[in-house]
């Protein structure tokens, strides 16, 4: 089976997902990743984010390196996260080049804050690229069960934060569904190889978007 059975728990759906996700072989890996950060790139420019929050990869995860680096090419401000384990928030820092990362919490690299440059002001943020081991049609996702995200989307709505949330992410994480919970922040839609995926809006007549167009 390509994804966890329909009920399986999120400790199961994480345990496949991350299999899965392993088993992508290097060069596939490399195409598919410069493939999606092209897909976002695009989506930035037309958009006209000028700031934009991303992660930087770690363990199988997608390589964002091209998306950061088109970042940096293109003007844009490009922030990354460091966790703070202590009370699971995510700190944001503007990062001008890989120079400025260290290694992190669970080994995750992160801007080192004697060198890149503290972001407070979240209502600057066009885009928030979310990292994840699974991804639905109705923007639930599954990350490493931190909370770090759902905690931060709330903090960025309290703070007038308009950004739109898309998971960035291989087109094999993409799964019917995902166990979710009332915490869990939902996101506008994903970014894969194969493109752009928005979350169809909630209301109206709309059954929850399971007739919504893939990629538009
Ligand atoms: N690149 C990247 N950066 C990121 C995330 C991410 O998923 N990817 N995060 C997304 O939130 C945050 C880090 N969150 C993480 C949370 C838990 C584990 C972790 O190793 N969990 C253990 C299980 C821990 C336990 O249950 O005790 C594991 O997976 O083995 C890793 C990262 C912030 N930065
Ligand atoms: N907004 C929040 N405030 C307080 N606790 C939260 C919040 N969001 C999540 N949590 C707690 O964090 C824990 C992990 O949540 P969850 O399994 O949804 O993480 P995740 O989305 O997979 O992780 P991550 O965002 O780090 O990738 C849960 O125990 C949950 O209760």
């Not at 599954?142 to 950004?163: E, K, N, V, W």
């Not at 898309?166 to 922040?185: K, N, R, S, T």
């Not at 190889?193 to 167009?213: H, Q």
């Amino acid at each position: 089976m390509k994804y966890g059975s329909r009920h399986a728990g999120k400790a199961t759906l994480r345990r496949e997902m991350a299999a899965l996700r392993d088993r992508i072989p290097d060069p596939e890996r490399k195409l598919r990743s410069e493939r999606a950060c092209r897909h976002a790139a695009e989506w930035l420019r037309e958009r006209g984010a000028d700031c934009f929050l991303a992660y930087a990869s770690f363990r199988s995860e997608l390589d964002t390196r091209p998306l950061l680096e088109w970042g940096w090419r293109s003007g844009l401000a490009v922030l990354l996260p460091v966790c703070n384990t202590a009370d699971r928030s995510l700190e944001l820092y503007r990062v001008r080049s890989f120079d400025e990362l260290k290694r992190g919490a669970y080994g995750v690299p992160e801007p080192d804050p004697a060198q890149a440059e503290r972001w407070q002001d979240a209502r600057s943020i066009g885009a928030v690229f979310v990292p994840g081991l699974a991804f639905a049609p109705d923007g639930s996702r599954l990350g490493y069960g931190g909370g770090y995200y759902d905690r931060f989307a709330g903090r960025m709505r309290a703070s007038g934060g308009a950004a739109r949330w898309m998971g960035l992410a291989f087109g094999v994480q993409i799964v019917p569904e995902v166990p979710v919970e009332p915490h869990d922040a939902r996101l506008d839609g994903y970014i894969t190889e194969d493109g752009v995926y928005r979350v169809p809006r909630r209301g109206g007549c709309s059954d929850g978007g399971r007739e919504a167009d893939a990629f538009q």
